[in-house]
């Protein structure tokens, strides 16, 4: 029993951590299904005297330090079940087992009830980051029994991101499933902006900018500051990956041809998904937490995946006769003001959907969630790492019960909504992009700071007319239902 910790699983993202750990003066046990895949691991990195690979689970069990620390990166679902199960066979009372897959967190919690009910410890601990991230330092959510932590953060905190104040990118985050609950969200929020960005682009194109063009203003975004108290406003590693979208030339290894054409002019408009959007939005729906721009994002995924149907309705419908074609350079400096701050704006409006979620969810499952210690993590090696980050983590320490995240940017909305406003009837008079997360995170901003709302009071008369269904007054206590005539 010589070794620290053991990962399971040595595809991309095991493999690349399990160096990660290594470089951190560990000793790492790997093993992988199939042997050869170890044996091949062990070869490619034979420099590496902390690095032990076994055949069997019992051998691997048999070579880790008590209480054992094993670390799953198999494909999630079934396999995990699997690779589970197969470890509580060779484990022994008080054994850690942490999951890192993009699990939905109900799961993850029963996952750690089992594992509990038979002895064991569980974490479910998602990882942000990418291979890239694996292998250099990345977040990590983890959450499921308490006691876990004490006895497994070395390797952990060891292993993740420093953010810019040099504290890790890790955190505990508490019960049951509460570490993949926040992983789903922040991919829940990474979907919403991976789609602002796009749509950014799109927006761009229609304003008849080149691609060249394109890239030269994203990276500019990149030093180009939000008013007097935010340099480098939009920076990020989401805006970063944008710019080298547009600007990517196609190549034969991307199937192609090394014709110094743009991959982008040659790539299929349809958008996979792994599940964790749609789990998000699903239970933010459940618990009555309104958020549209996460929303709308999965529908964007959903609709570009009916390619066929567009088409055909195309021949049908066009679009053509919507608006005039634009020009080339088509806008001035003043549309591409407004475009900086409708993004900036549109992405706050998305983080501040994401983090409500949160806190109804952790009131929701009793998580025991520190919101402001979990924003904190996201502030390097994750894919939402970014600028905001810094301002949003510190609002949230000065006000843990902030009643939401726009508040803390009050007086950028409050400067910057007429120009959001004036894009978005840009957008819709004179070009033909579909811009749904910015178009909704704007209806977001306006409602979330209304007063009152003139629709809801219609709809909440019109259910009482055809239901009776009730109402509440302004100027009393109580439900009301009115004498309504007979209409049908």
Known sequence: MTCDVGIVGLAVMGSNLALNIADKGFEVAVFNRTWSKTQDFLAKNSGYKNLKGFETMEEFSAAL?????????????????????????????????????????????????DLEAKGLRFLGMGISGGEEGARKGPAFFPGGTLSVWEDIKDVVEAASAKAIDGRPCVVMNGKGGAGSCVKMYHNAGEYAILQIWGEVCAIMKAWGLSATRQAEI????????????????????????????????????????????????????????????????????????????LAEAVLARQMSMTRDERLANSKKIGSASFCPAARAESCTDEDLEDLFWGTGLSIIASYAQMFQCLRALDKEHDFGLNLPATIATFRAGCILQGYLLQPMTKAFEADADLSSLLVAFAPEIQANMGRYKRLIGNICQNTNVSAPVLLTSLNYIQTMVATSIPSAQVTALQRDVFGRHGFHRLDKEGAFSADWPELQ
């Not at 470890?87 to 087992?97: A, G, P, Q, S, Y």
């Not at 805006?239 to 190549?251: F, H, R, V």
Request: aromatic share 6%; proline share 4%.
């Open 218 to 293: 994203l990276t500019s975004w990149k030093t180009k500051s939000g008013g007097k108290d935010h340099p480098n406003f939009l920076s990020s590693y989401m805006l970063d990956i944008t710019a080298e979208c547009i600007k990517m030339k196609d190549s034969v290894r991307a199937g192609g041809a090394d014709d110094d054409s743009f991959l982008l002019d040659k790539t299929m408009d349809k958008i996979g998904s792994k599940g964790t959007g749609l789990w998000s939005v699903q239970e933010a729906l459940g618990v009555g937490c309104p958020v549209p721009s």
């Open 65 to 113: 330090k008590k209480p054992r620390r094993a670390l799953i990166l198999v494909m999630a679902g079934k396999p995990t079940d699997d690779t589970i199960q197969k470890l509580t066979e060779v484990f022994e009372k008080n054994d850690i087992i942490v999951d890192t897959g993009n699990a939905h967190f109900r799961d993850q919690g029963r996952r750690a009830e």
